[in-house]
């Protein structure tokens, strides 16, 4: 399936919700100040947020503005494009495994799909002929390491796991270690979504980042953050906390085709600087994709 597609497909609930709201305003024609508190309405229903909503439509009335837009459906064209143009990030791209191991940090709390995005990342990179790598760091969490066993036999990927409860620092060194010994490509190291408080889980986290760094040079090359759509504003929240603490690189936002509001890819790129990297559309391995900011829109609206 095409990403177009796919995309199309898996945020046919969000469209549907925000295609309705678009076609109601374009049908009025008028852009007076109706026009703009309905938009921004539509757009906060959407979960674009509040901040993020209202940061738009005061720059659709600038360029309303300037370039002498009279109707509705001519300021929903420049929205669209702008929209596009302002999910693009300089970092935005996947990052291509320059040394042996490539390691990967995934973060992001318990139930966001931490685990299925990284069997499926590693089902991408041996498809692509790389060596991959799993260490189930999460040792918290007494079904995370079978679960990680599955989607390394499902990806052909290798699996370092230790006794339930052990130091997850110590779980990921001796990964890491094997790692290297094999010459192993890539790295994806799963990691707790929930201790007793955030403050133990987040420095849980940056422990496990030190260890990384003292056995490879330069890891975790990628700190990649996983949130699901479903939650909303809430995975805002997680991105900033996350992001203050681990120094995310990239998010993943799972299962946009279980909610209605796609729109918190836009928040969560205008309030925390960090790309949106990939997107879960599915539980099936192949529905995980890089993010595609034109035809995210495309489908969108």
């Known amino acids: 399936m095409r990403w177009l597609d796919a995309v199309r497909e898996g945020l046919a609930k969000t469209r549907e919700s925000l295609a309705g709201h678009l076609n109601a305003l374009v049908g009025r024609q008028l852009v007076d100040d109706e026009f703009w508190e309905r938009l921004e309405e539509t757009l906060i229903g959407a979960d674009f947020g509040v901040t993020t909503s209202e940061k738009i439509v005061a720059d659709l009335k600038i360029a309303a503005a300037q370039q002498n837009l009279k109707t509705a459906d001519a300021v929903i064209r420049v929205f669209k494009r702008d929209v596009a143009d302002y999910l693009r990030h ?10 042996r191991p490539h390691v990967v940090l995934v973060v992001g709390v318990n139930g966001s799909g931490k685990t299925t995005t990284i069997g499926k990342l590693a089902a991408q990179h041996s498809r692509e002929g790389r060596t991959v790598l799993l260490v189930a760091g ?13 989607w390394a036999d499902r990806a052909g990927a290798g699996l ?12 990921v060194f001796d990964g890491l270690a094997a790692a290297q010994a094999r010459g192993t490509d890539v790295v994806f190291i799963d990691t707790a979504g929930r201790l007793q408080t955030k403050h133990n889980l987040m420095e849980e986290l ?6 990384c760094a003292r056995a490879v040079p330069g890891a975790p090359h990628e700190t990649l953050l996983v949130l699901d759509a479903t ?3 809430n995975a805002l929240s997680q991105a900033r906390q996350f992001t203050d603490a681990v120094g995310v690189t990239g998010i993943v936002l799972t299962k946009l085709d279980s909610t209605a509001k ?3 890819i836009v928040a969560v790129m205008d309030q925390v600087d960090v790309p949106v990297k990939y997107v879960g559309l599915g539980e099936h391995i192949d529905r995980l994709r890089p993010f595609d900011p034109r035809g995210y829109v495309e489908a969108l609206l």
């Open 90 to 99: 300089p970092a935005m791209a996947p990052v291509p495994p320059a040394g």
């Open 138 to 150: 999460d040792t918290f969490r007494a079904a995370a390491a079978e679960q990680l066993a599955v």
């Open 160 to 171: 370092v796991r230790g006794a339930p409860g052990a130091d997850p620092a110590a779980v």
């Open 206 to 211: 940056k422990k496990i980042r030190r260890v």
């Open 231 to 233: 939650t909303g504003q």
């Open 262 to 264: 796609g729109g918190i």
